[in-house]
């Protein structure tokens, strides 16, 4: 079983309305992410949880919010979806106690696209 | 600020080598990863740097430079199945996130 999961894989929806993507990890890890990926721009940071009580904004935050309802999840909501928030997006989870650095483990990705 | 600068695109001959540069910026140092990901799917762990010189994983190695900013990834005895996009990052400064660079996308031809 993989050790982080994201629901759906795969989204398409329509401008203005709300979606929400979910994250699972069965590592232990405190840490979690969302990124997205965009051709030619890489992944970029949206929103990041040390702890279940500890949520900060990333690089490009804005017309997204987060909820970290226990240590295993993550979830990422679009309030209102547009155009340019097509994209792959993935979670992603490090524990800066074990492994190597800060070494991230990432899930298979969501392929959302707003119509 | 912090940045990364990788080349978008390398191809390269099977069973030959290949090496893909990176060169960074940040304020502090906290080491460097390497990444690899095939078309469509997650990133996977390829290497992390964090003393100057070249660790050796078996057909993957990579090198850190920190006086220089600069990082390389070597790739021995390229397979079709090493065709994918390298992702440089750095640990952003003051904080535990990985700044990603764009990716090299590398093709591997017979």
């Known amino acids: 079983d993989a050790d982080v999961t994201q629901t759906p894989r795969n989204r398409i929806t329509k401008t203005g309305k709300r979606i929400m993507l979910e994250c699972s990890q069965t590592k232990g890890h405190d840490r979690m992410y969302w990124y997205r990926q965009d051709p030619g721009l890489g992944l970029r940071l949206i929103y990041y949880?040390?702890?279940?009580?500890?949520?900060n904004k990333g690089e490009i935050s804005d017309g997204y919010s987060v909820s970290r309802q226990a240590q295993a999840k993550f979830s990422l909501s679009l309030e209102s979806a547009i155009p340019n928030q097509t994209a792959l997006y993935f979670c992603?989870?490090?524990?800066?106690?074990?492994?190597?650095?800060?070494?991230?483990?990432f899930g298979p990705g969501t392929r959302l696209t707003v119509l | 600020g912090q940045n990364i600068d990788q080349p978008t695109e390398m191809t390269a001959t099977e069973g030959a080598i290949v090496q893909i540069n990176c060169t960074y910026q940040t304020s502090g140092f906290n080491g460097l990863f390497w990444y690899q990901q095939h078309a469509g799917e997650a990133p996977t762990f390829l290497s992390y740097?964090?003393?100057?010189g070249l660790e050796e994983k078996g057909r993957f190695s990579s090198f850190l430079s920190r006086s220089k900013g600069y990082s390389y990834l070597l790739l021995k005895e390229l397979q079709m199945k090493d065709s994918a996009s390298y992702l440089c990052a750095a640990p952003q400064t003051g904080a535990n996130n990985l700044f990603f660079g764009t990716g090299t996308r590398l093709t591997v031809i017979p």
């Open positions: 949880s040390f702890d279940v009580k500890d949520i």
């Open positions: 740097n964090v003393l100057d």
């Open positions: 992603a989870t490090s524990d800066l106690g074990q492994g190597v650095g800060n070494e991230q483990f």
